[in-house]
């Protein structure tokens, strides 16, 4: 039955019988010499642990991924440093542009020439 449903009379029971209820543990409490009431508190759900691992071995962890990268990064400078210098690259003279600048025209010349003479 709901409380909403309850008359006034039976509401001023209920509240009456609370009230005796409060007194008896009370009284209980005197009785037995401790302060609290005697009715079980609710269950209250422990709280949930929040992360596993220490701080000394999140520390361990965190140093020995620095010593990963330090060993990793040593690595790729190490084969830059070994490798043979190249040596500069040769540019072409403009002398040398030039004859080849006139050859190629020669050439083509040469070509559009037959193709001409083809028609």
Known sequence: MSILNLSA??????????????ALEK????LTGSN????????VK?????????????????AAQK??????KAAKVAPKANKPVKP???TMSAEAKAKISAAV????AKVKAQKAAKK
Do not use: H, N, Y
């Open 9 to 22: 009379q039976q509401l001023r029971q209920a509240a009456d019988i609370k009230e005796k209820l409060s």
């Open 67 to 72: 010593l990963r990268w330090a060993k990793i």
């Open 88 to 90: 500069a690259k040769k």
């Open 46 to 62: 422990p709280a949930k642990k929040k992360g596993g691992m220490s701080a000394a071995g999140k520390a361990r962890i965190v």
């Open 27 to 30: 009284e209980l409490a005197t």
């Open 36 to 43: 609290a009431p005697t009715v079980a508190p609710k269950s």
């Open 105 to 108: 025209k020669a050439r083509w």
